[in-house]
Structures are given as structure tokens and as C-alpha cells.
């Protein structure tokens, strides 16, 4: 096994897809981690703060849901969304690029 | 209790405001015929389930990781089965009923672990692990060391979870269904050991998904009925609510209802970290074939979940609007029968009659088996595979061993439980459920994220940071104001947090780095040599476990 590592490690393009899939999927932690604190923050921490105040206000005059109601909802939905972002990148761009490495990294081999 | 102590946990599945039910305890029911006979069903589906597994199970691999042949939809829905159980619906209806809006903050925070798993993760579980979590840090560290650590965290993060499980299932049991408290407790015992010791992961995995359909086929029909009931007008049943409740608009906004923000965040983070590490949860992405189905589990159980957290939305509203006012729900002074935990099941009886009552009553005793099974199967994991094959035995037991150890770890599980859930009746416990997060947010996740993203992590710095965390937590909690201050009786806590995640997590992730660089061993080196071996495995699955052959 050592050896096919070797030549995974040796070909420039598992750097890139390292470095592709690395700095996408931090960028979408980064995001689902801000919002988490944005939405903590918000409830537990400043409800009187601008970022949060306006959760307490109804959506419409004289309704009843608040934008609290619709960003938490908006919010979840979001995050599946992202999540299937992610999974349909890696699936796609990401699987093909390491398949490719894996193959070529076997040949090289001799398996 | 106050609310910081009862939202926690039990928003991740987890028991507490089950074992809050504890204090407040329910008039006695008579018998619930339809209740019980529905469980019956999901009985015999069970152990039809499980007698049909039993004959697939043969090897290590069948026993503890259902042979690897789970596909990402099955696997995405028997997580969601681990991670929301009938606590969670109700623990949460419970929240919003008393506390309104900020009730829902345990909705979408705890929900923030999965996409963190997914992006961060998921592959490299999957490509680095075997059967248990310390196989993953087993590719490049001491074995001994590394495997005893974590296989006895392990064993403390699911006895510390069983409790809670079935001091909750005894007391929601007797008050549901109308029996006695010790028989619920037998009753759960003989399910799971049926079906872990005979069906093993497979048996598992498949009661789980089961569980895990019922309960979001329950949810969905509450939501849906009481939004008929409103014609359809989320906005109509919001206004209701308002009308209803004391608090007016109030439940609709913010409010500040967390009295100790630093409590609050140190909750939070320990829901989403320790969330995104818990052993019988991460050791199901072992089951299925490849990276690739790993991820797929991981949006299933997301969709699924993050499905479950918008229904509360409005099952915790429904609540208010349709059960807070009905004479039938409230008794003498007024108040919800049973507490406002009840505040699902009695929702369920007013949009669907006794006949639904019944059915959510057999969901929920169904969903605590399963949970309850799941943790055993995790906890029979770390016995026979990390104690008994790698570390007594240094990998040599065959395994007709291994799957014999699982077997007899699981029988004495399930006896423990059952002991424990009976030694533990009728006492506050709900503060133990702070002890398995502890330990998954400031054991497991430091040491699983640092192996995996860290070269200069070796076998010492883990091992000093894990027990770091580990035995600061305890002591955390033990001085902290729910053992000292109530418990002990000393009115405050000596630690004035009731959650020290934030505390151990940073202590931990600081012992780990610190020893780490220090540590300047021949076995250090070897370990951060291996790192790029090990990175490669994590990133391609190449030397990956393969799914079992038959």
C-alpha cells in the first residue's frame, strides 16, 4: 500500500484536488459555524442589539410570524441545501479527479 | 429545574426532559389497549427483523458493522433513527411551550453538526475507520494506549447515556402505557438484547430505520393535522398560539429567556461538537460500502433530521394553540397534566383522537428501544473489538471470538441498564446527560479532528489532552451547581456553569497541542511521518476497510 501512497503524494493533481476540496468545504463550515453563533447570539446573548431586534418583528402588518421564525426556518433549510451542494461537488468534480489519481497511482504500480 | 438545565440535551435525542418527567410525575394511567397493541406490532416487525438478521450475521465484520452492506439511504435514515428520538419531539414542544421562540434556538443549533460533519468528516471516517472510532486513531498511533483511552470514554459516554435513556423510558412508559415502571424497564431490556445480541448491527440498523420512519411518519401527521385544523394558515395557528399563551407576542420573539449566556454557548458548542463525535452514531458510517455512501448517509440523515427540526416549528406553536386552553389537558389549577412535556403527546390526542394517542405512545416506546439499542451495540463495540481483540488479546482472537465477546457484552449491557434504570428510579438524573457530551465534545472530537488534520499530533499529546478532558469534566460537573449546589446541597456551585464543555474542549485541544509539540520521541516522529500515508488513505480511500465478501 506504501508504495501506491508514494505516487498519490507524488502526483501534482491530488494537491489540487486537496486544496479544492479543502478550501470548499471550510468555506461551508465557516458559514454554517456563523450562522450557529449569528443565531445563538442572537437568542441568547444581544435579542436588544440591530442584528437582532428586528427578529421580533411580524413579517407582514399585523401578522403574526416574525422574520425569528422565518430566518431559523430558512436557516435549517439552508444547511440541507449546503449539504447537498457539497455531496453533489464531491460526487461529481471531486470523485472524478480522485478516481483519475487512484487509477493512474495503481498503474504506476504496477497493480 | 431551571430551562438552561432541561433545554440541553435532550434537543439532540438525547433524555432529558424524559428524565424531567421524573419530577413531575403523571397521574397513573389505566392500561392503553391501543397503545400496547400497536407496540406489539413493532415487536413482532422487530423481531421478525432480527431473526432474519441473526442468519445473515456471521463474522466480526456482519456483528459490528452489518458486513459494510447498508446502502446511504438506509444508513441516512437509521441515523436519524440514533439521533431523534420521541425526547426530542417532545423536549422540544416542551421548550416552545413554556419559553416560545428562543425554545427553538435547540432546534437550529444542534442541527449545525451535520453539515459540520459533512464538510469536515465524513469521507475520512469512513476511509480511516473499521468497526469503532479507535480505529481511526489507531492508523497511526500506539495502539494501547490510544484504544484504552477511547474504548473507556466510550464505555462512560454510553453508560452515562443508557441511564438517562432508561430512567426516561421507565417513567414516559408507565405514564403512556399504563404498566409498571420496573416491567417497562425488563420489557426494554429483553428488546434490545434480542436484538443486538442475536441480530447484532444489522438487526440494529434495521429497527433503527424503522423507529425512524414511525417517528417522522408521527410528526409529520401531528404538524400536518393541526395545520388542517388551522386551514392551512401557519400564520392563523401562530396568532392562536399568541392568544393563548401569557407571554403574548412574546413567544414569537427573542426574548433573553437563557439567563446565563456563557452556559448557553458552552451548551451549544458541546451540542454541535459533541454531536458531530458520538461513538453510536460515527461507528454507523462503518457499515456502509465506500466514502461515497458515507457522504450520501450524511445527506439522508441531514434531509431527515433538518425535516424533523422545521416540523417542530410547528408542532411546539400547535401546542400552545390547541392544548394549552382544553379543559381535557389541564388539570385543577390549570395547568398541562404530566407537565409541559406532555405538551406532544397531549397534542397528538387533540388533533388524532385516542387511536393516534396510541400510535404516538407506541412510537415513543419504540424509539427508546432502538436509541437504547444503538448505544448497546456501540458500547458491546468498544468491549469486544478495542478491549477484548486489540488490547487483551494485541489482535489475535479469531472472529467466532470477537463475535462471541459482542454477544455476551451485549447481554450484560442490557442487564445493566436494566439495573441501572431501576436503581436510578424516580432520582433527578437529567444532569447526566451533560456527561456523555462532555465527554464526545472534549474526548473524541479533539482527538478525531487533530488526527485528521494535524501531522504534529502524536499518541502522548492525544492521550494526555483526552484525559485532560475527560477528568476535568468530571470534576466540572461534580463541582458545578447541579451536584454540588442541589444535589450536595452546598446552594451554589464552587464551577459556576452547569455546562463545562467550553472549559474542557479548550483544555483539551490546549494539552493535546502542547504535549504534542513537545513530545520528541522516536515513536512522535514515526507518528508525524505517518501522517502523510495516512492523509492519503483519508482523502482516496485507497487501503480502506471493503465491505464484507459472501
Known amino acids: 500500500m506504501q508504495h501506491i501512497y508514494r505516487k498519490i503524494q507524488a502526483d501534482p493533481r491530488f494537491h489540487e484536488l486537496e486544496h479544492k476540496r479543502g478550501r470548499f468545504g471550510w468555506t461551508l463550515a465557516v458559514i454554517v459555524l456563523a450562522n450557529c453563533f449569528w443565531y445563538m447570539g442572537a437568542t441568547a446573548f444581544f435579542p436588544d442589539l440591530a442584528f437582532a431586534r428586528f427578529w421580533g418583528e411580524p413579517i407582514a402588518e399585523g401578522g403574526s410570524t416574525t422574520w425569528g421564525i422565518v430566518i431559523g426556518f430558512v436557516q435549517t433549510v439552508v444547511f440541507i441545501l449546503l449539504v447537498g451542494l457539497y455531496i453533489y461537488r464531491a460526487n461529481t468534480e471531486f470523485d472524478t479527479l480522485k478516481d483519475a489519481i487512484v487509477a493512474d497511482a495503481r498503474r504506476a504500480a504496477g497493480e | ?550
Not at chain 2, 441531514?302 to 382544553?326: E, P, R
Open chain 2, 1 to 550: 429545574m431551571s430551562l438552561n438545565a432541561r433545554l440541553l440535551a435532550l434537543l439532540i435525542g438525547a433524555g432529558l426532559p424524559l428524565a424531567s418527567l421524573a419530577e413531575t410525575p403523571a397521574p397513573e394511567r389505566d392500561l392503553n389497549t391501543i397503545a400496547i397493541g400497536m407496540f406489539l406490532v413493532f415487536v413482532m416487525i422487530s423481531l421478525g427483523i432480527t431473526f432474519w438478521a441473526a442468519r445473515r450475521t456471521r463474522s466480526t465484520s456482519d456483528f459490528l458493522a452489518a458486513g459494510g452492506r447498508i446502502s446511504g439511504f438506509q444508513n441516512g435514515l437509521a441515523i436519524t433513527g440514533d439521533w431523534v428520538s420521541s425526547a426530542a419531539l417532545m423536549g422540544i414542544a416542551a421548550l416552545i411551550y413554556s419559553t416560545g421562540f428562543d425554545g427553538l434556538i435547540y432546534s437550529v443549533v444542534p442541527f449545525g453538526a451535520w453539515p459540520l460533519m459533512m464538510f469536515l468528516m465524513a469521507d475520512r471516517l469512513r476511509n480511516l475507520g473499521k468497526y469503532t472510532i479507535a480505529d481511526i486513531v489507531s492508523v497511526r498511533f500506539s495502539r494501547i494506549p490510544m484504544r484504552t483511552l477511547i474504548s473507556l470514554s466510550s464505555l462512560v459516554f454510553v453508560v452515562g447515556y443508557l441511564i438517562v435513556q432508561m430512567v426516561g423510558a421507565g417513567t414516559l412508559i408507565s405514564n403512556l402505557f399504563g404498566i409498571d415502571y420496573t416491567a417497562a424497564q425488563v420489557i426494554i431490556g429483553i428488546l434490545i438484547v434480542l436484538y443486538v445480541a442475536f441480530g447484532g448491527m444489522i438487526a440494529t440498523t434495521y429497527v433503527q430505520l424503522v423507529k425512524a420512519v414511525l417517528l417522522l411518519s408521527g410528526a409529520s401527521f401531528i404538524c400536518f393535522a393541526a395545520l388542517f385544523h388551522f386551514d392551512w394558515s401557519v400564520d392563523g395557528l401562530y396568532a392562536s398560539a399568541i392568544s393563548n399563551h401569557p407571554q403574548g407576542m412574546k413567544i414569537m420573539q427573542p426574548g433573553g429567556l437563557l439567563t446565563d449566556p456563557i452556559s448557553a454557548f458552552s451548551c451549544g458548542l458541546m451540542l454541535m461538537l459533541g454531536g458531530a463525535a458520538m461513538p453510536h452514531v460515527l461507528m454507523r458510517f462503518f457499515t456502509v460500502p465506500d466514502a461515497r455512501q458515507a457522504r450520501l448517509s450524511v445527506f439522508y440523515a441531514a434531509s431527515f433530521i433538518g425535516y424533523f427540526y422545521l416540523l417542530t416549528f410547528i408542532i411546539g406553536y400547535a401546542a400552545i394553540a390547541m392544548v394549552m386552553k382544553d379543559p381535557r389537558f389541564l388539570d385543577a389549577n390549570g395547568l398541562i397534566t404530566g407537565g409541559a412535556n406532555m405538551a406532544a403527546i397531549h397534542l397528538s390526542e387533540a388533533v388524532g383522537g385516542s387511536f393516534f394517542l396510541g400510535f404516538i405512545s407506541a412510537v415513543a416506546f419504540a424509539t427508546i428501544v432502538a436509541v437504547v439499542a444503538g448505544l448497546t451495540i456501540a458500547g458491546a463495540s468498544a468491549i469486544s473489538h478495542d478491549l477484548y481483540a486489540n488490547i487483551f488479546r494485541h489482535g489475535k482472537a479469531t472472529d467466532h471470538q470477537v463475535v462471541k465477546v459482542s454477544r455476551i457484552s451485549a447481554v450484560c449491557l442490557g442487564a445493566f441498564g436494566v439495573v441501572l434504570g431501576i436503581a436510578f428510579k424516580d432520582q433527578n438524573i437529567a444532569y447526566m446527560i451533560t456527561i456523555p457530551f462532555t465527554v464526545s465534545s472534549s474526548v473524541f472530537f479533539p482527538i478525531l479532528f487533530l488526527s485528521m488534520y494535524w501531522r504534529g499530533l502524536t499518541t502522548r499529546g492525544a492521550v494526555a489532552g483526552g484525559a485532560v478532558g475527560l477528568g476535568l469534566g468530571v470534576i466540572l460537573l461534580f463541582l458545578g451547581p447541579t451536584i454540588w449546589g442541589e444535589i450536595l446541597g452546598h446552594g451554589e456551585g464552587i464551577f459556576p456553569y452547569k455546562y463545562p464543555a467550553l472549559f474542557t474542549i479548550i483544555a483539551s485541544f490546549f494539552t493535546m497541542i502542547v504535549v504534542s509539540k513537545l513530545d520528541d520521541s522516536p515513536r512522535a516522529r514515526r507518528e508525524r511521518a505517518e501522517f502523510d500515508d495516512q492523509f492519503v488513505r483519508s482523502q482516496t480511500g485507497v487501503g480502506a476497510e471493503a465491505p464484507a465478501q459472501h
